[in-house]
Each structure stands twice: as C-alpha cells, then as structure tokens.
C-alpha cells in the first residue's frame, strides 16, 4: 500500500489538508508530520522520519517544503517522490528572520495582535477576507499556540538550490499564480533546479492552495504520482 507523508506549512495543523483528505486517501495511508516540537528543520526532518513508514511520498507546502527538501537529503533511500507546493529553497534574510522573530506573520506589514486576522496575505486577494477561510486560518493558529509559533520562526532557512541537483528521485513542484507570500521566480527555480521534475501552476491561486483549490492540487498530486509511478 502507498503511504503518503504531508508536511504543512508555517503555523498549519492537519485541517490545512482536510479538503484533500477524500482525494488523497484514496492514493494510499496518509500520514501528518511533525513539524511542531522542533526548531531546526533538521530536527523536524528527523522526527518525520523517526515516525513515518519504510519508503512514502513526501508531499510539503510551504516551510513543510523547506523540510522536505532537508528529509530527501537526510533520506534519499526512504523517499520515492517528493512534491514542494508554494515553496521555495531560498535562505531567508537576517531581516526576514528578524521579523518572523518579532511576531509578525510572513507578508504582513505592521504587526497585528494575536487573534487580530481579518485579512490574510496567504490568501488570493479575491479570498483574503472570506470568512471561512479566515476562520481556519485562526484556528490552526490558536491550536498550535505560541510555542509553536516561537520554534518555528526561529528557523534557520539557509540557501539550497544548489543541493536540489542531489534530488534524483520524481519531484513535482507547484508554484500559484497569485502567490503573495512566495515569488513565482524562486517556486520556478526549484524546477529548474531539480533533476527529474515536474513543473505546475496553479491558476487564480493564492499561497495557501490546500486551503483555496484543494480538489486541483489533489488532483495534480494524483496526476504526478500516477504518472511517475509512484
């Protein structure tokens, strides 16, 4: 039986992929990682594995990519494809870190309290005040609590372009046209940057695609993994 691995972005908990949950559940076992009681994406890139099965297809959005990137390096017998949706390699700046550090969430421009969100950059700018969505964005985010939130900006995110060429297995990369929080250029990068990749986009898509088209990206997850004989 294929297993699969899902590893969420910044502050986003198991709800992130409740709307691909039907579609993906049917291409195998899923399995959430762990990306919460670390604050290394090595450390993080461990705990996945100390509790994921055997060999798995590893699915990660956003910071979930930058572990995953770091885990098929760790790993590479253990992993037979990987997917990186709305992310990047690029090494964060001292100024970037410095403000995740502070509090702020990735693409805000003042400091907002906790609790505050009634826009969200992660979001199209047609969704940025749907209020569903908005209000799954503020649960995951008081679910996790703000000791998650301190471990996982203070992570290092250093450069790894170069290391993508040792990817050798089926890779897929995913980039979303209206992505505000991640720069299409970077997301393309990745594809350039890999060996044995598969290059999509998302149309009238924002960064949080689990969230915003989660049937489409099920299914050019479904597509990939077919495909590629995962």
Known sequence: MRAL????GFMCDEDLWSGMVPDLGALGTLHFGNVYADDSLEGMARRVL???PERFVLVGFSMGGF????????APERVAGVAFVASSARGY????????LAGFRPGDRPPREAGALSTAMGLHPDRETDPVLLDRLRGMQRRLGPEVRKRQAALVRRDGYADLGRIACPSLVVAC???????FAETERMAQCLPNSTFSIMEDCGHMA?????KELAALLTGWIERSGL
């Not at 691995?5 to 969420?8: K, S």
């Not at 572990?67 to 760790?74: D, G, H, S, W």
């Not at 700046?93 to 995740?100: K, L, T, V």
């Open 5 to 8: 691995v899902l590893l969420p």
């Open 50 to 52: 100390g509790e994921a």
């Open 67 to 74: 572990v995953a990137r770091v885990l098929t390096l760790m």
């Open 93 to 100: 700046s001292d100024e970037e870190r410095a403000r995740r």
């Open 177 to 183: 046209r209206q992505d505000r929080l991640r720069s």
């Open 210 to 214: 689990p969230l915003e088209k989660p």
